[in-house]
């Protein structure tokens, strides 16, 4: 971190304004860029990016000693987004959707799709043993829900709420997983 940025950090501790409103004037615009590529929306991206803001100064006095402002910042508000995303409880594309309609989105190759397989596989590691099987006989078997409470021995509103809750999961981690992306993206 440069001389100037620990220098306006120092500033901003001992509560100079003005120099919190040059962080805020240069900050602002990555930031709610970043917020709107995670949210898609306007108005909640702006919300969580001045809540950020209010927060910062609010801890002002408490800022560990930092390597590089730009990380913090962005891991900082990353934290802030994911818990936004999950008290709003934002209506979750189900990733079997998203897998299965990616053509739609993209001019996916068969290598992409076959990418986004792995990735779905290796997500599905995260779920407990016995949702991670109905999940797979779904998702890569193509069973339905009768034929998985049939094999299973569950009843079939066991196996739908055990898909809807392996759903509700993998996009989480899904959204964790492109949020460190974006973040690979701008460093």
């Known amino acids: 971190?440069?001389?100037?940025?620990?220098?306006?950090?120092?500033?901003?501790?001992?509560?100079?304004?003005?120099?919190?409103?040059?962080?805020?004037?240069?900050?602002?615009?990555?930031?709610?860029?970043?917020?709107?590529?995670?949210?898609?929306?306007?108005?909640?991206?702006?919300?969580?990016?001045?809540?950020?803001?209010?927060?910062?100064?609010?801890?002002?006095?408490?800022?560990?000693e930092l390597q590089s402002l730009a990380a913090y910042l962005f891991t900082a508000l990353k934290n802030r987004l994911l818990n936004h995303l999950a008290k709003k409880k934002y209506p979750v594309t189900s990733l079997d959707t998203l897998y299965n309609n990616e053509s739609e989105f993209s001019a996916a190759t068969p290598l992409e799709q076959k990418d986004t397989e792995s990735t779905l596989r290796s997500l599905m590691n995260t779920l407990p043993r016995k949702m991670k099987q109905v999940y797979e006989l779904h998702q890569f078997n193509g069973l339905s829900v009768s034929e998985i409470a049939h094999a299973t021995g569950n009843s079939e509103q066991t196996v739908r709420n055990q898909l809807n809750t392996a759903v509700k999961k993998l996009s989480l981690v899904w959204k964790a997983e492109l949020l460190t992306l974006i973040l690979c993206y701008f460093f």
């Open 1 to 64: 971190m440069g001389n100037a940025e620990k220098l306006l950090l120092r500033k901003i501790a001992c509560n100079d304004q003005q120099s919190f409103q040059v962080l805020f004037d240069t900050w602002w615009e990555p930031l709610f860029q970043y917020a709107f590529k995670v949210l898609q929306n306007r108005q909640d991206a702006e919300e969580v990016v001045q809540e950020f803001f209010i927060h910062f100064w609010n801890k002002r006095q408490e800022l560990p």
